[in-house]
């Protein structure tokens, strides 16, 4: 298992030596607002006491360096997971559809993850007060990501599906940053810890929606060990919500100081346990992705979530 100091979450030892004596479940980063349960699982041995080895098969600062790229299969979660070197992973919605779908080496939704996380369009430009201001006007992304399917859903049922205009900016950073410039766009979709150190810095939101995320899962791992590690999840779950205070630092760590843990607002992620991906609900996304031409539909429910 991985040793990790509370104080530095993130920068693990990754592919340690250990006697390997109980079954091993890798899994490609994703930013610690989304893999919080990963990380608090790792620290409190939640994995261990459901029998499984959990580790991660890359360094969480190495995944940066690949969030700009337009071919989501070179992406390091995804390209991890084509590779090999990597059992699961975890996304959007939306975005485990299209991995899944994309991909070559066969992959399966296991569950929508337990982080319940809001992607807000923001601004520091005063001009834009609503999401109706934002008509024809470019807003910053990461396409075929959250912040990506979101902006699309929060802003076409105001202005429109024909005045809908993105721009693919990349990781939340680069969005950030963009942001501050407010060029070449003025408004940009990000989600925590960006949010709070957006409102920190004088931005407002024009608008923000909830939603869950895919865990998206190798179809050789056993149902023992999928349950295990879901199980082991859940867990996690059920600590953080007893003390959240706790955690706070994992997800601001990508601000680099710029947010304290204390500056987190509570009111744009939360946790809750793994669900079931039900039928009725997929349909309801697949059709939805269908209709803006981000799926051929050639799948259904049996194809692509675990039976």
């Known amino acids: 298992m991985i040793d990790q100091p509370r104080r530095s979450p993130i920068f693990w030892r990754y592919n340690e030596m250990s006697q390997q004596t109980k079954p091993l479940i890798r899994i490609a980063p994703n930013t610690p607002t989304f893999d919080l349960p990963v990380l608090v699982g790792l620290e409190k041995g939640f994995f261990d006491e459901a ?8 360094r969480y600062e190495d995944r940066n360096k690949t969030l700009t790229e337009r071919e989501v299969l070179s992406r390091m979660k995804e390209s991890l997971y084509e590779c090999g070197s990597a059992d699961t992973f975890n996304l959007c919605e939306w975005g485990g559809i299209d991995r899944v779908e994309r991909g070559s080496r066969g992959a399966r939704i296991a569950a929508l993850r337990a982080a319940v996380t809001a992607q807000a369009i923001l601004s520091f430009d005063e001009s834009l007060q609503i999401p109706r201001d934002l008509a024809g006007v470019a807003v ?3 396409e075929y990501t959250g912040s990506h399917y979101t902006t699309l859903q929060m802003l076409e049922g105001v202005i429109g599906r024909d005045k809908i205009v993105t721009q693919h900016i990349g990781a939340p950073q680069a969005r950030m940053e963009i942001l501050r410039k ?5 408004a940009v979709t990000l989600m925590e ?13 024009l608008a923000a929606t909830f939603y869950r995320g895919a865990e998206v899962i190798s179809p050789t791992l056993s149902v023992e060990q999928r349950d295990a590690y879901l ?8 600590h953080i919500n007893a003390n ?5 630092h994992y997800i601001v ?4 100081g710029r947010l304290a843990p204390e500056e987190l607002s509570r009111a744009f992620v939360r946790y809750g346990h793994v669900h079931l991906y039900d039928p009725e609900v ?14 051929k539909g050639k799948n259904d429910h049996d194809t692509i979530v675990v039976s």
């Open 51 to 58: 029998g499984i080895e959990v580790r991660y098969s890359a």
């Open 253 to 256: 760590e990508p601000t680099k």
């Open 193 to 205: 810890p960006f949010i709070s150190l957006a409102l920190k810095e004088g931005a407002h939101i």
């Open 182 to 186: 407010g060029s070449p766009v003025r």
């Open 244 to 248: 959240f205070g706790r955690y706070a």
């Open 282 to 295: 997929f349909n309801q996304a697949y059709a939805w992705m269908q209709s803006w031409g981000l799926s």
């Open 140 to 142: 910053g992304l990461n």
């Open 231 to 238: 199980g082991a999840i859940n867990k996690s779950v059920d």
